[in-house]
């Protein structure tokens, strides 16, 4: 099974790509500047590393575009 190359992609565009090949996100983690409080996400953040669980499940970093 050949994993999409997904960063870059918002999350929503990365979500539709995941799900076509076969696989499920297992986790969201958004990642920001110190002192910027995170913890919800919108469609619209960006892929910045993906980290393959096993071989139905992937972890996604996310960030919010300027």
Partial sequence: ??????????????AKEIEKS????????????PRTKTGCYEDYYRVVRTTIVDKK????LVCKPL
């Avoid at 099974?1 to 990365?14: K, N, R, V």
């Avoid at 076969?22 to 500047?33: A, F, K």
């Fill in 1 to 14: 099974m050949t994993f999409p190359d997904i960063i870059g992609f918002t999350l929503g565009e990365a």
């Fill in 22 to 33: 076969g696989m499920e996100i297992s986790s969201v983690t958004v990642t920001s500047p």
């Fill in 57 to 60: 499940k992937v972890e996604l």
